[in-house]
T-cell receptor, first 112, second 115 residues
């Protein structure tokens, strides 16, 4: 079983709709959770971090964490073509600086 | 402020040669990480440095891979006797040591091609 699992996609969403990206993790003691966006040929860019159960909103992005279900998700509202990228879920054992494990990513395509 | 920098941006080498990849973290960040990303794949953790603590080398794929961090800042990843399967993008990231934060920021990567 992979430590961090994501659906590889591609996930196709019409412009203006909500894109929903999901991630599950296996280590029950994980404390830190991240979503990175990676454009083709570029390095990952941190877009959201979440450490507590519940929702965290930042602009058009909302991260949702459910530690009991070992599940973290990312919602992108009012999807734009510029949101087309691969989204990487990452999980860390600790809340402070430590190694994080990445999922293999979900490719998101926003169609005009 | 300046982000994480890496050099070279591209490296082409012949099988069997040694290569050195360099990472300069964000100023003030004491944690430094190396990852490898093969084409179309996720990120594979290689090694992690935190201050003066012993590095976490648990992700290094073989003894041909080593890394050091001098002066708590710049890090060098060395691959000896390169093989074709070493071809990948090598990414460096850094983070602060704030107690309640674990956010990592990535450099642009070094694309290594072993012929």
């Amino acid at each position: 079983q992979k430590e961090v699992e994501q659906n590889s996609g591609p996930l196709s969403v019409p412009e203006g709709a909500i894109a929903s990206l999901n991630c599950t993790y296996s280590d029950r003691v994980s404390q830190s959770f991240f979503w990175y966006r990676q454009y083709s040929g570029k390095s990952p860019e941190l877009i959201m971090s979440i450490y507590s159960n519940g929702d965290k909103e930042d602009g058009r992005f909302t991260a949702q964490l459910n530690k009991a279900s070992q599940y973290v998700s990312l919602l992108i509202r009012d999807s734009q073509p510029s949101d087309s990228a691969t989204y990487l879920c990452a999980v860390g054992q600790y809340s402070s600086a430590s190694k994080i494990i990445f999922g293999s990513g979900t490719r998101l395509s926003i169609r005009p | 402020g300046a982000g994480v920098s890496q050099s070279p941006s591209n490296k082409v080498t012949e099988k069997g040669k040694d290569v050195e990849l360099r990472c300069d973290p964000i100023s003030g960040h004491t944690a430094l990480y190396w990852y490898r990303q093969s084409l179309g794949q996720g990120l594979e953790f290689l090694i992690y440095f935190q201050g003066n603590s012993a590095p976490d080398k648990s992700g290094l794929p073989s003894d041909r891979f080593s890394a050091e961090r001098t002066g708590g800042s710049v890090s060098t990843l060395t691959i000896q006797r390169t093989q074709q399967e070493d071809s990948a993008v090598y990414l460096c990231a850094s983070s602060s040591i704030a107690v309640t934060i674990n956010e990592q920021f990535f450099g642009p990567g070094t694309r290594l091609t072993v012929l």
